[in-house]
Nanobody, 123 residues
Framework: EVQLVESGGGSVQAGGSLRLSCAAS????????MAWFRQAPGKEREEVAH???????AYANTAKGRFAVSKDNAKNTLYLQMNSLKPEDTAMYYC?????????????????WGQGIQVTVSS
């Protein structure tokens, strides 16, 4: 069974940086898509960025220029480097994985999810 485990969250002041990791295990296929989503209290889960099976990365507008996604294929680990953090980035961050995607921007298209990790940015 596929499992995703996130790490690296925490609290930081505005302008600071955090790096999230998501380790995938139990994979039975080599090509898959991964993504970072986040959900703030009272809000819908929204995409932060995704990386497809060919390594092409796309970012949500809120992440462009500040966040960077990378992936270590040997370790099946996805990273999210977050810089210039703002209080509005405060949310629970989730990584997600799906073998074949129709809509990479929709959380409903992903089967596997991590447990989530809290990121809190204070002003």
């Amino acid at each position: 069974e596929v499992q995703l485990v996130e790490s690296g969250g925490g609290s930081v002041q505005a302008g600071g940086s955090l790096r999230l990791s998501c380790a995938a295990s139990g994979l039975t296929y080599k090509n898959f898509n991964m993504a970072w989503f986040r959900q703030a209290p009272g809000k819908e889960r929204e995409e932060v960025a995704h990386i497809d099976s060919e390594g092409i990365i796309a970012y949500a507008n809120t992440a462009k220029g500040r966040f960077a996604v990378s992936k270590d294929n040997a370790k099946n680990t996805l990273y999210l480097q977050m810089n210039s953090l703002k209080p509005e980035d405060t949310a629970m961050y989730y990584c997600a994985l799906e073998e074949t995607l129709i809509n990479p921007h929709s959380p409903h298209d992903y089967t596997y999810w991590g447990q989530g990790i809290q990121v809190t940015v204070s002003s």
